[in-house]
């Protein structure tokens, strides 16, 4: 049973933790804060990332904190935060893709891709490629894409990711988190062709508190929880991320999730992947569609 107690020396890395404000991404910053990291927050609502910054900044840890911004909707200013990241750091040792959002009203991206698309996938995507050079400087660097069992649900369709045919904001939402961890084995696969020391790896939190439901209502929410039971506690749900992030038997391009009622509740273990997500056509072309989208929309 492996808890954030189990989480090894952190001192002298740098975090780069995308949603840190809130959730999942708070109760993963503070943890690797008290392990003795650097932590970036990186929010897209700076009030809130204030709020987290301070309660952070004054719990008793070993490492550092701070706060800078970064709106996954907008590749500009996905663009802009890494170049300030380059300014300020020589490396970074963890990337931790982590914010997201979940069934919201028909919205798009600054470059007009549905939202869920867009924030979840698309703009990690150009994040990791932005860090990719001081991913490589570190020694022995991660990538945390974090998923959801929904992509089992998924499938990604080329032709609609604007919603310009249709919307479906469940749809949508899973072939968001199926593309999520498409493109963490891809990675993985390009990291070992290329000979670099990077280990991307997949996380999900199981079903856990967490205001990614914010667009659900009270009476989905509480049907939810009648098909999936009781959801954990934020901290609890966040152990998948921390294991992923820091555990030392992690493997490279695995998928780690709670060990109990298929993968709904527990303690971080390996988890298998799908084949729809593991299938290295579909990686390919989600890639290359991928980086068709960042030249289409330079910054």
């Known amino acids: 049973m492996w808890t954030k107690n189990d989480i090894p020396d952190q001192s002298g890395k740098i975090a780069v933790l995308t949603g840190a ?12 804060y008290e392990a003795g990291a650097h932590v970036v927050l990186a929010c897209r609502d700076m009030d809130s990332g204030k709020q987290a910054f301070e309660k952070i900044a004054d719990s008793t840890g070993r490492g550092s904190v701070a706060l800078m911004h970064l709106d996954l909707s907008s590749l500009a200013s996905v663009t802009q935060f ?20 979940m069934t919201p009203p028909l919205s798009k991206t600054a470059e007009g891709y549905e939202l869920q698309f867009g924030v979840n996938f698309l703009g990690h995507f150009a994040l990791t490629l932005n860090l990719r ?17 929904a992509y089992h649900y998924g499938t990604i369709n080329f032709d609609n990711l604007k919603s310009e045919m249709s919307y479906d904001p ?32 997949a996380a999900h939190p199981g079903v856990t508190k967490s205001s990614i439901s914010r667009h659900m ?6 049907k939810a929880i009648i098909q999936f ?17 820091t555990a030392s038997e992690v493997v490279p391009g695995g998928f780690y999730g709670p060990d109990s009622d298929g993968g709904l509740r527990g303690y971080p273990v390996f988890t298998e992947i799908g084949e729809n997500a593991s299938d290295e056509v579909l990686g390919k072309k989600l890639w290359n569609e991928a980086e068709k989208m960042i030249r289409q929309n330079p910054s």
């Open 21 to 32: 404000n809130v959730g999942i991404g708070y109760e993963t910053a503070i943890a690797l």
């Open 229 to 245: 039971g009781a959801l954990m506690d934020t901290a609890q749900g966040a152990l998948s991320v921390l294991y992923a992030a």
């Open 133 to 149: 050079e001081l991913l490589v400087n570190a020694p022995e660097s991660r990538i945390v894409t974090i998923t959801s069992l």
């Open 217 to 222: 209502s009270a009476a989905d929410i509480e």
């Open 82 to 101: 890494a170049a300030a990241i380059k300014k300020t750091y020589p490396k970074v040792d963890l990337l931790i893709n982590n914010a997201g959002v």
């Open 170 to 201: 469940f749809r949508e939402y899973c072939q968001s988190k199926l593309a999520d961890l498409v493109f963490a084995v891809e990675l993985q696969r390009r990291a070992h062709a290329a000979g670099e020391h990077l280990c991307s790896v």
